[in-house]
Structures are given as C-alpha cells and as structure tokens.
C-alpha cells in the first residue's frame, strides 16, 4: 500500500513567485494535514482537512498561503507570493481517525528555497 | 502554551555508545507523547508513543518512558549503530485533539 506521497521532493523559487505544493494521502484516510519546518526549528502544524472540509486552519501564517483539498482526495498548499521566510520543509500526514485514536502518516516532505 | 523542548543536536556518538535525546513538555492535562524519526531521504516516521503516565514506549531498541511528575519523555538506546543516525522529534498530542506538537529535532550523527 502506498504511503503519503508529496511533490515535489525539492523546489527552489525567487522570491515573489508561485509555488504548488502537492499532497496524495493514503488511500481512505479522511484526515489529512500539512506542517512546516523552518529554519530548523519545530515542526509546527499549518491546517487540517476532513475530507475537503478545512477542519481547523489555525497554523496557516498569512493569506499568501492557500490549501485546497477539492473532491476530499489530494491537497495543494499554494504560496503566493513566495517570501525568504517561507523557506522550509512543508509535511503533508493523513490519518483515518481525527481526534489522535489512529497514527498520523506523514510523507518524505518537500523542501522548498525561496531565493 | 502547549509546548516540547527538546535537547539540541547535534548530537555526535561512536557506535555502540549509549544515547540519551532529553525532552521535556509544558501542556494542559494529559496528552500523548512520542518521538518521531527522520532518517536521510525519508519521511518522518512514529518510533515510539505512550499514551498515560508511566507508560514506557519501545521500538527498535530505543525506549522512553513518561513521567508525569518531571513532564518529561527523554529517549534512550543502550547501544547506537550507525544506521540509527537520523533527526529525532518529540511530540505531544492533547486528549481529543488532532495536530501534534512537536520539538525542534536533534540530529543524531553516529561514527562507526
């Protein structure tokens, strides 16, 4: 069975333009959430999804970022416009359960650089 | 807040060394607590949880136990090799909640 799968593995973009990050959860997990590494810091929660409800965005940082998780399968993180900030490591997990009674799956993640 | 605080890396050992990554946590009630590995080119995986107090978590050699009174999960292998070379999170989860917290990771860089 496959695993939560995200693409790309890397993204390297100047600063001001666009960037799609995408998330494929495991197959029939209804949860699915993405955090983000910065700078080497925690990982820190971004949004949660259920199925293509946004159960809980309370980690998202501005309105240049946007996630959508149209027909409940896979997600996208969009960043728009790009900042040197937003440099980091972006994690994508799913989980069947959203209340912690199951293990969330998390994906290899995607690295991106904001030059 | 909610938070984990966890030793920071890296963290150099010879193999067969005995390792300990401490970690320590601020939260309200009783959450869940774990620790998750990154190994090279790989996702973040669960290496070990415990659920309630006193519960020791174990995996793979490594083993953490959770003490209510120090609040803290700190992760133990009594003999490193080479391969366990990764970055290692602590985390919690709160009772009824669905995002983990995490720490800030240590590296783990063990020499053969």
């Known amino acids: 069975e496959a695993g939560v799968t995200q693409f790309p593995s890397h993204s390297v973009i100047e600063k001001g333009q666009t960037v799609t990050l995408r998330c494929d959860p495991i197959s029939g997990h209804d949860n699915l959430y993405w955090y983000r590494r910065v700078m080497g810091k925690e990982i820190k929660f971004l949004l949660h999804f259920v199925k293509e409800s946004k159960q809980d965005e309370s980690g998202m940082p501005n309105n240049r970022f946007l996630a959508e998780r149209t027909g409940g399968t896979y997600s996208t993180l969009k960043v728009q416009p790009a900042e040197l900030e937003d440099s980091g490591v972006y994690f994508c997990?799913?989980?069947?359960?959203?209340?912690?009674?199951?293990?969330?799956?998390f994906g290899q993640g995607t690295r991106l650089t904001v030059v | 807040g909610n938070s984990v605080t966890q030793m920071e890396g890296p963290v150099t050992l010879s193999e067969e060394a005995f390792l300990t990554i401490n970690c320590t946590y601020t939260a309200t009630g009783y959450p869940s607590l774990f620790w998750y590995v990154q190994y090279p080119g790989e996702g973040l995986q669960l290496l070990l949880k415990a659920t309630k107090a006193d519960d020791k978590g174990s995996n793979k050699g490594f083993e953490a136990t959770y003490r209510k009174e120090t609040t803290s999960f700190h992760l133990e292998k009594g003999s490193v090799q080479v391969s366990d070379s990764a970055v290692y999170f602590c985390?919690?989860?709160?009772?009824?909640?669905?995002?983990?917290?995490f720490g800030s990771g240590t590296r783990l860089s063990i020499r053969p």
């Open positions: 985390a919690l989860l709160l009772k009824g909640a669905s995002k983990i917290i």
């Open positions: 997990a799913s989980s069947q359960d959203g209340r912690g009674n199951t293990e969330a799956f």
